[in-house]
């Protein structure tokens, strides 16, 4: 062997190495990333078709009492088939909220009861229902959970009080007074325009500019288990939000 | 002499890198391959459940041009899925289903018959659900090199509500 030849033996496995440490990387990221992308799509798929029941009145909830809750909770839960949603359990969770913002019209109800509109000018909950494992996220990012179970009932409605001042009854729903039914201030996915006395704003044909506060909007939230791939993904979800 | 010596190590040499080449070639190949198939797959699942979704909401929209004729809409859902699916569905109208479902009890699909009036008992009334979807469609790779390999099996599903 010439000495050339000496000087150079193993530089192609070197070469091919140290190429490797580039190529490698970007192949096997290449491959997650492209199933990730596809699970991505799939879960805002869901995230919005969901939305668009539940803000046309289809209700989720648990309870016995509401047995086509529980067919459609199924119904939910083929459409995120091919991501192990389930009702209960498996690999996804779906968190569906409804809220409200409180505007002095709300509180107006409560005038000459003695109860202190608390949640005045703040968004709260009105409804909630969850779909599938709920270990997957434990606290909704918009609310503060978990809320006390007594303030909904078994369909997921926030429950009312009733408190009688000076001969008279009082009804109201407690999401006016309940600080723990108060979303966080990091919800900012939906401005209010409310005149100087803290009254939804209304054009000239009494109509509300923009949102009608005191109306319902739907939040759904949706999350998703990723399998670890590390260093590329570690165990970060798909989360999707989608508001109706 | 050392001229001569180099000359027939040259000679013996000739043609390797050639070979090297070829050996290359093929972990490029095969790399190359696999990166355009992944993407592929990934076009074809996106392509599916846009079409499904288009599917849906032409369903939703469009129920009052088939008045009375559920059957009929079916045909157009199909054909409305197919031209959103970039030809991955043509010819595939057994794989492209149709179910409508009564809101208040939604464990069973709707029959869907002609013989129905609009918005009485129609499967396609207002406010009725309507779920489009494609099952179980085999997408085999684009690329592939030594033999036929098994598809992918995809499923993509959409619901949404007749107005």
């Known amino acids: ?244 | 002499m050392v001229r001569n010596t180099a000359g027939r190590r040259k000679a013996r040499e000739r043609g390797s890198e050639v070979i090297e080449f070829t050996l290359m070639l093929f972990g490029i190949l095969g790399f190359l391959f696999l990166t355009i198939d992944i993407a592929w797959m990934v076009f074809c699942r996106a392509n599916l459940q846009t079409s499904v979704r288009e599917g849906a909401r032409y369903a939703a929209v469009t129920a009052r041009d088939f008045k009375g004729k559920p059957v009929e809409n079916v045909t157009a859902i199909q054909a409305r899925v197919q031209q959103f699916s970039f030809g991955f569905l043509t010819g595939k109208n057994a794989l492209i289903t149709v179910n409508w479902y009564d809101p208040k009890h939604t464990s069973t699909p709707l029959t869907v018959s002609d013989a129905c009036t609009f918005n009485v008992d129609c499967a396609n009334g207002t406010g009725n659900l309507v779920e489009v979807s494609v099952e179980n469609y085999p997408a085999r790779p684009l690329l592939y090199v030594f033999h036929d390999p098994k598809p992918f099996w995809f499923t993509a599903r959409s619901l949404d509500r007749m107005e």
């Open chain 1, 1 to 244: 062997m010439s000495k050339t030849n000496r000087t150079e033996s193993g530089v192609a496995t070197i070469e091919f190495a140290l190429t490797s440490l580039l190529w490698v990387p970007l192949l096997l990221g290449t491959l997650v990333y492209g199933a990730e992308l596809i699970r991505a799509m799939q879960a805002v798929q869901v995230a919005r078709d969901v939305s668009n029941l539940y803000a046309g009145g289809m209700t989720f909830s648990t309870s016995p009492n509401l047995p086509n809750d529980a067919t459609n909770r199924a119904l939910i839960a083929r459409l995120g088939k091919e991501l192990n949603l389930q009702t209960s359990g498996g690999s996804g969770l779906i968190i569906l909220t409804t809220i409200k913002f409180i505007s002095q019209r709300e509180c107006d109800t409560l005038t000459s009861s003695g109860v202190t509109c608390t949640n005045l000018a703040k968004w709260v909950v009105a409804q909630r229902s969850t779909i599938g494992d709920t270990s997957l996220m434990t606290s909704s990012r918009f609310t503060t959970d978990p809320m006390p179970a007594a303030d909904f009932d078994d369909g997921g409605n926030v429950v009312s009080a009733t408190i009688t001042n000076a001969g008279v009854t009082y009804t109201y729903p407690v999401y006016l007074t309940d600080n723990a039914l108060k979303l966080k201030s990091t919800f900012n996915l939906l401005t209010i325009a409310t005149d100087g006395s803290g009254y939804p704003l209304v054009d000239a044909n009494k109509l509300p500019v923009g949102y009608g506060a005191g109306t319902s909007a739907y939040l759904v939230e949706a999350s998703f288990r990723s399998t670890p791939f590390p260093p590329f993904r570690n165990n970060a979800g798909i989360y999707v939000v989608t508001l109706f």
